[in-house]
Nanobody
Framework: QVQLVESGGGLVQPGGSLRLSCTTS????????MAWYRQAPGKQRELVAT???????NYADSVKGRFTISRDNAANTVYLQMNSLKPEDTAVYYC?????????WGQGTQVTVSS
């Protein structure tokens, strides 16, 4: 059974930082492209960042220079370090694992940036 479990979300003030984690099971983690998406209320889900194995990364323009995606293949985990957070970063953040026709999602973790 495939599972993706996100953690690390919460409430943070503007300018603050959070680190999201997504621990997976049931997949050959190192073969998958891992990604973080987010969905704000009333908006479509959008891609935040991707990482291929070992470490090729890509970011949405809105988070470049502030967010860093990384992965630990030994721990079957992908991370999203979020710095200089802004109110517009408020959303539910989802972990995604993709490999050819296989596409798996986590349940999401809420990130709220507010003073």
């Amino acid at each position: 059974q495939v599972q993706l479990v996100e953690s690390g979300g919460g409430l943070v003030q503007p300018g603050g930082s959070l680190r999201l984690s997504c621990t997976t099971s049931g997949i050959n983690f190192s073969a998958y492209r891992m990604a973080w998406y987010r969905q704000a209320p009333g908006k479509q889900r959008e891609l935040v960042a991707t990482i291929d194995s070992p470490s090729s990364t890509n970011y949405a323009d809105s988070v470049k220079g502030r967010f860093t995606i990384s992965r630990d293949n030994a721990a079957n985990t992908v991370y999203l370090q979020m710095n200089s957070l802004k109110p517009e970063d408020t959303a539910v953040y989802y972990c995604n694992a993709a490999f050819f026709r296989y596409d798996h999602w986590g349940q999401g973790t809420q990130v709220t940036v507010s003073s």
